[in-house]
């Protein structure tokens, strides 16, 4: 008597998840620096020193009752008016505060948005190689999840893929950039020319069709890589964002959801994430971490340890004679399965304890996925392994 | 193209936040202290002194990665352990800490129990005067929900009642003691005499019928009345607590669920529960206020200043001539709206700036609530006004 689809969810491991806890259980035996975990996307930098003394501040100079009390459901103003302002000095983005809806995190964002996308026979594309979760979160909602084959080797967008992938059901598409697991960020070309088809497409067929631009990796570009804030190129762009990363607060919850009121149907779109949010049980995003964010928006993060592990693994990994997707992002790596078959190659480093996901996961077998937010240690101890199973 | 259900519950506002935005608007006209607000439940006490100091403490003793990452979704050991222990040294309960899944407040958590008990055509009883969003919770789950006839004026339970509403698509009653709105405890010979109906129902009807405890009021009982914990009178009970008045941090979004061991389908509910919880983007509870919990849990509110508003309020009311529910827990009292009809008796009240909530959206038509977690001063003050609408 218990709901199937939830069991399964609930019993179903990630395959990730797996074999993090894999690892685990290897270096019990023997032991942590013996085993090489590529698996898990938990960042590996602290949070800046400036959250840690923001905390200590705001317990300082916050009544308690105000500091933990509930805030409304949309997030503090006073949040909601920083990320706004920050938005708009890097972007010039036109943000307002009342745009905004503060989440628990980029999932229960992702989650609420597709709530308020859920139509009947409405369908989601995303982008292949993506997040594994969005299937069960836009299946959730009730809508249909449609992956569009991957831009090999440079995953950018395949437009024809996705022009041909488009229907009169589909409410929108997710965008992914910098790319988890590719480590590609889309480029301003690349995202114009997808405006234009969703712009052609969203007449054709007589309604908007959105792009959900998932942003959790907004902050981790390197070698001065642009990252276009997509609702400046198409206006009918819904952001969910986090600060996992860019703060490394990923335990924490914290992040939004904005929806932009030049967009189409905005007046209806916005009470509507909020209204999902509610039936889901949300009642307002963490109250300190609200405040914290307050003053601490306009914080980035130091990438430069993230930057050592990427050009070294990068490079150790191409000298090697692997085929590697341009790694301008994030904190992955998505590298080309010699022989193929990026599973048995899995299995393979993994009789070696070196713990890589297979891309089948993310719509994009033949490629496997490598965290880099590991301690260079393990990136130099490792490469010698690589190079053996090539 | 936008979910309607999600649309109306962003749009429409409920009736206790809508008095709560009118009280706001008449403070900028007449003054705050002119303004008798009993609408909001929101702890007026501040978090125990111990809390901030807690804070304070992991900010020095615990690594940055550590105190800001991922937990795994269930929870952080050592939070459930916690848990486990207090729960068992005040109540022999028999909790382990596998039986727990910590959530971002009792609300999410209550939305993960129905969509793990969402099968076709299932049904979930609550009992009147009951959390009016039950319902968008229940429903949104794809589940029905039913009101069972308020025990008039005890507020315990109609056991005639309930048996003739439970069916054979029940798969729930959710049960909130100490009560919002009614501020009265269930007995133990009310939750016996409850057990009792419901294992002869689920022997009945084949399967078994879940109590859902909602408990976030299980700390704040006065006069030494007892608040049973109900898994140790009836097995198929699930918990779900939240940490919100209990510690006065409601903002910051903290709680647990609960499925014991013993339970019929004990194998198959908590993965179901972390499934459902999953599909809505649940990733982890806050990461801090896991690790606060792990060290606070024992912690209980001190109750004198919500004791002295209750008994001054209740004493002053019934000095007037109302009739008000026994005041036992919670922070709320449940009046007989003088001439019956509650939604007209708010209505003139407000005439005199006196902010009080209609039982209707609570299911209890011809009573109101009043909230007496506001200041003494309040209470003094407003008793006169009470007894001129009389």
Redesign the interface.
Known sequence: ???E???????KRSCIRELFEYGRMRAAIVGADKVYDYSLG???I??PKE??ET??AL?QDT???A?????SAVGDLATRQAIADDLNARYDAGVNAADLFIT??A??????VF?????PGGEILAIAPYFP?YR??VE?AGLTFKAVTPDVPDFQIRLDALAEAITENT?AIIVNSPNNPAGTVYSRQTLTALGALLTEKSKEFG??IYIISDEPYRELAYDGTEVPFIPTIYKNTIVCYSYSKSL??????IGYVYVPQQAD?AK?????????A?????????????KLIARCTHLRPDLESYDINRRTLYEGLVKAGYRVAKPDGAFYLFVEAPGGDAKAFSEKAKEKDLLIVPGDDFGCPGYFRLCYCVSLRQITESLPLFAELI
């Open positions: 008597m218990v709901n689809q939830a069991y399964a969810l609930g019993t938990n960042p590996s602290p949070a959250v840690n905390i200590a317990l009544d308690s009752l500091l933990h009390g509930y805030t628990c995190g999932a229960p964002g992702l989650c609420a709530g308020a996308l859920a139509v979760e069960p979160f959730s409410q309604h908007p490394s607060l990923p335990g924490e919850r149907d209806a779109l916005l009470p509507a994430v909020a209204g999902a509610r039936s889901m049980g949300h009642v307002c995003a963490p109250s300190m971490w609200q």
